[in-house]
């Protein structure tokens, strides 16, 4: 039976600046890989187009001291809770016709560089596998560990997979914020079609595994420095998220003096 290290979040100081080296956990963004540095933490849409263009989010992780020696994939929880008490036409992303409403890929943010993310799957020949299905209700929680818990009404899950050969895993380094993942919100049958676009939500990176081969996996069920963005606000009170958070971007330490 494999091991598994089980990691808390830790928060070290951050700078304005480029990322540098950070506790373990996750991070979550939309639209870049700046969770670390604060920004870009609600998006708002006006809602009025089949055709918007597709909001980004994108997932990354933080090994601990040692980092990882053989990294083969990571296996994904990414929860999106609604506004009110049962999930919108717009957000039930598991049947039409908003089943084509999400996607993932692994195509690295754009300022990586700029802000010290490890770029993995690119170093890898050939790039990496991945795949992702959306759950309510019932059939929400069987890709998640116990500790997720269920799926209340108005609480959509994603599960996702990125994998590669594993005879072609190798190290990945300690403290050093490593992209994970890009889940695309999409817009189709939004006009005239499906309710819900405006409803405010709050995304939560619930878990991610770092999987080797042959070695122990990683388990992050918290965040490094945020593992949680909104949408048109996101003032819901749900597991991970704070209740009320301004509609603006707003810095990080602004957001958390908040909540003190």
Request: with cysteine; aromatic share 10%.
């Amino acid at each position: 039976m494999k091991k598994t290290l089980l990691l808390t979040a830790v928060l070290l100081p951050l700078t304005a600046g480029a990322a540098t080296a950070q506790g373990p956990g996750t991070n979550l963004s939309w639209n870049d890989c700046t969770a670390s540095l604060g920004t870009n933490l609600n998006m708002t849409s006006s809602c009025t187009s089949n055709t918007e263009e597709t909001k980004n989010l994108y997932g990354t992780f933080v090994l601990p001291a040692g980092g990882g020696q053989a990294v083969n994939g990571n296996e994904i929880v990414l929860d999106a809770q609604t506004a009110g008490t049962s999930l919108p036409c717009w957000w039930n992303m598991t049947v039409s016709p908003r089943d084509a409403g999400f996607g993932m890929n692994t195509t690295v943010c754009r300022d990586a560089g700029a802000v010290g993310i490890y770029d993995y799957w690119s170093t890898i020949a050939g790039g990496p596998q991945s795949g992702m299905r959306a759950g309510i209700g019932q059939f929400c929680g069987g890709d998640c560990p116990p500790y997720c818990g269920g799926c209340p009404p108005q609480r959509v899950r994603f599960t996702m997979v990125v994998a590669i050969d594993p005879n072609l895993a190798t190290a990945v380094p300690e403290y050093t914020e490593t992209y994970s993942f890009t889940f695309q919100l999409k817009f189709g049958a939004t006009v005239g079609t499906c309710t819900g676009c405006e409803t405010p939500a709050c995304f939560l990176l619930a878990f991610i595994r770092v999987t080797q081969t042959n070695l122990p996996y990683f388990e992050f069920r918290g965040p490094s420095a945020r593992n949680w963005v909104t949408w048109q606000g996101g003032a819901i009170a749900a597991p991970g998220c704070p209740n009320a958070v301004p509609t603006a971007n707003k810095t990080w330490g602004s957001v958390k003096a908040l909540y003190r």
